[in-house]
């Protein structure tokens, strides 16, 4: 792999998502999927293990009371990881969630092909750059929306 390629981390209880985000990110080369976790336990173990450019991270994993203990934990095993929170709330409160959670960023789990490697594309560039901590945003606007 040459150095450039983005090293991504998906976690999400549903087996699909998994697949479809693995084979979606993985399509034009320059993004590799290095693990897929079901649990924020088995998220945090891997973490420090693979350590990624970047983490889907599910907003809603079964093992998880408190999203916002999860993300801190994360920040503490892997501070140069950005994270971007998936899912199918609507856009309003993810958006929210993401602010309150001091995530990198956020998208909805329905999106283009084309949107969501844009997005993870723009999150991990921006904190390649040391662009400032923590900005929540829909990284992939720019690169369209899901379908309706």
Request: hydrophobic share 40%; with cysteine; glycine share 8%.
């Amino acid at each position: 792999m040459e150095e450039t390629t983005i090293r991504v981390a998906v976690c999400d209880d549903a087996r699909a998502v998994k697949l479809f985000m693995r084979q979606v990110l993985e399509e034009e080369g320059d993004i590799e999927v290095v693990s897929t976790t079901s649990t924020g336990r088995a998220a945090l173990d891997d973490l420090g293990r693979c350590r990624p450019d970047a983490l889907l991270l599910d907003l809603v994993l079964p093992d998880v009371a408190d999203p916002g203990v999860l993300v801190r934990r994360l920040r503490e095993q892997s501070p140069g990881t950005a994270i971007l929170l998936i899912s199918n709330t609507p856009e309003p409160q993810l958006e929210e969630e993401a602010r309150r959670l001091g995530a990198d960023g956020w998208m909805p789990k329905a999106q283009k092909p084309e949107a969501l490697r844009a997005g993870v594309r723009q999150v991990v560039a921006a904190a390649r750059r040391g662009a400032p901590a923590r900005p929540v945003s829909h990284p992939a606007a720019a690169g369209g929306t899901a379908p309706s």
